[in-house]
């Protein structure tokens, strides 16, 4: 168990892995992982690591330190940090039973942001037996070197990412009584029915008693993206079954969508679906 066996039980399970070639690809792999029975008194302090690191509490409770955040874990919570930076963690008054992956991959990082648009905080799982059963799937493969279990390792990490996201969401849901979800819902339905007109930020808002910057920050929370764009995939939704189904022009089409400008339509269609307009119309001609 190296520098921390005297402060973790004989009990805790403790794996490194090197993982093949062909997995540095994959969104997700674990380098290490473990399960942990932690005397009080343990702690580990780095400066740097090249990973994510996801903490996971099975029982007592814990308390990490990341990114300007100190973050209790008691029991069914979860948080992830991200150990590139300076960080620590360690047990609370008495024994604290962990789950713990060291996870890199190609999207790891875009996940984390997603996870914490403000900071590093924990999560309440909404099913806990579930989330640690199925990170002691992906410990337990850690360690094996085909590229099977490393594409079942992604898979699972991706499914465990979206399990925080959900308890995350819901737990902000609460604090705000569903209220300001319901608002970012009216919202939505406002721009999708009214896409083609100028609308601005005020506009959409105007019966939600938000301040504007709270209502950007929430409608990316919850949407992925701000009203703007939220506006702008709308209109290019639209004008993709247009150019399928019609024979309009470019231009009429771009009108109709809400766009003022026919090159500004274009510009942004080629930017969401790769290709211009027209472009577009003959991939899909018989």
């Known amino acids: 168990m190296g520098k921390y066996k005297e402060k973790i039980s004989d009990n805790s399970i403790w794996i490194t892995a090197t993982p093949p070639p062909a997995a540095l690809s994959l969104p997700f792999y674990v ?39 100190c973050v209790s874990l008691p029991a069914g919570c979860c948080a992830v940090i991200d150990c590139h930076e300076p960080h620590r963690y360690f047990a609370d008054n008495g024994r604290w039973e962990f789950l713990w992956l060291h996870i890199r991959g190609s999207v790891s990082k875009q996940f984390f942001e997603l996870l914490y648009p403000s900071g590093v905080r924990a999560v309440k799982l909404i099913e806990p037996e579930r989330f640690a059963a ?31 996201l959900e308890g995350s969401l819901k737990t902000e849901r609460s604090k705000n009584t569903g209220r300001y979800y319901g608002y970012i819902r009216s919202a939505e339905s406002f721009i999708k029915s009214r896409f083609a007109e100028q609308l ?21 929370r919850i949407t992925g993206t701000t009203p703007y764009n ?8 639209e004008a993709k ?29 080629k930017k969401s679906a790769g290709q211009k307009p027209l472009c577009y119309r003959r991939y899909f001609s018989p």
């Open 31 to 69: 380098t290490e992982s473990g399960h942990f029975f932690a005397d009080d008194g343990y702690e580990v302090r780095r400066s740097t690591h090249d990973s994510l690191l996801l903490l996971c509490t099975v029982a007592g409770s814990g308390t990490a330190e990341a990114d300007g955040s």
């Open 134 to 164: 199925a990170v002691s799937e992906v410990i337990s493969k850690t360690d094996r070197a085909d590229i099977l279990s490393a594409s079942f390792v992604s898979a699972s990490l991706h499914s465990i990412f979206n399990m925080l």
């Open 200 to 220: 601005t930020v005020e506009d959409i808002m105007r019966e939600i008693p938000m301040s504007k910057y709270y209502f950007i920050r929430m409608f990316k």
């Open 230 to 237: 939220y506006l702008i995939n709308c209109r290019i939704n």
């Open 241 to 269: 079954i247009m150019l399928r189904t019609t024979e309009l022009s470019v231009g009429e089409i771009a009108e109709r969508c809400g766009f003022l400008d026919t090159s500004n339509f274009i510009a942004q269609f």
